[in-house]
C-alpha cells in the first residue's frame, strides 16, 4: 500500500477497490441529488441576470494561503484583460493588507450595518483591479452583522447587485476559513468555488465535512463548479507530492496546484503585487493556469 493509501485508509477512505479511485470521488465535484429545490436559490433567480461572474474562495483550515490567492488571481485575472473586483468577506480583512490599500474606508461590515451603499468603497488594486475591504469592526458589530445575515439568505446577492457589475466582470471573494455565515453568503452567488488547502493530513481531514457543507448549494438547476487547489506544494519534500497524490485519489480528479514560492508571500508582505516580479517561476505559472481555468468557466445563469 502507497502511502498516499494509507492516509486515505486512516481516513476511512479505501481507494484500492478500483483502479482509479472512482468509488472515492467527493460528491462537490459533481451535482448532488436533491429531493427540493434550495429555496435560497430560488429568491436569487431574477438578481442572478446579467450579473459577473463569482468566484468564492473557500478552506476549511485557516493558514493556507487563501487570501494570498486572491490577492494573486485578482492580479492574474485582471493582467488577462478581466475587469475584477476583489471583495474582501473575512472579518479579519486581510486583503486590505494584501493590496496595501486605505484603511480610512469603512469596509463593508460596518457600512452594511450603517445600510450604506458599496461602491464608494472600491479602492484601486493591483494591475488595475478594484478592491472593497471588510474593515474594522468590533465584536458587538461583528455579532449584529451576522446575526443578520444568517436571516437575510440573499444579502450578498443583494449587495452585489447594487454595485452595478456587468457579466463582463468576475468578483473574487475571500472568505473566512471554516462553517460560518459569510461561506454560505459567497456560496449563494458563486460560479466557481475554489477550494484551498495545503499538502497536509489535517486539509485532507476536512474533505468529509466540506463535502457536507457545499451539498445544500450544489442543488438546483446551476450549481457552482467545485475545483480543489493545494497551495504550498514542495517539489522537493517527498511527503509534500505523496499529499497531493492523496487529495487526488481522494477527490477523484487531479486538483489544481501552487507550488511554495517565498516570493510570493514576501511581496506580499510589503503590499507589492505579486505578479510584478517578470522571472520564471512555477508558482506564476500556477497561478496562470488557474486564472485561465476561470476564464474559461462558465457564469451560472
Known sequence: MSLSEELLALFGKNVTRDAQGINARMHFFGSVPANETNPAHAQLTDI??????????????????RSTLATALSSGLQRYGESVVALDLDPQNALHHHFGVSAALPGIGRTSLEHGQWSPLQQLGFAGCQVITFGDIDIQQQENLERWLKHEPTWLAQRLASLGLSERQ????DTPAGNNVYFHQALTVADVVLVIVQADAACLGTL??????????????NPPTVQGVVNQVDEGNPFSLDMVEAFKQRLGTAPLEVHRDMAINEALAFAADPLDNVAKRLAIDDIGEICQVLRAAKRST
Open 208 to 221: 468529509d465535512h466540506l463535502d457536507v457543507l457545499l451539498a445544500p448549494h450544489l442543488e438546483g438547476d
Open 170 to 173: 468576475t468578483v473574487i471573494i
Open 48 to 65: 442572478a441576470a446579467l450579473r459577473p461572474k463569482v468566484v468564492a474562495l473557500v478552506s476549511m483550515n485557516g493558514g493556507v494561503g
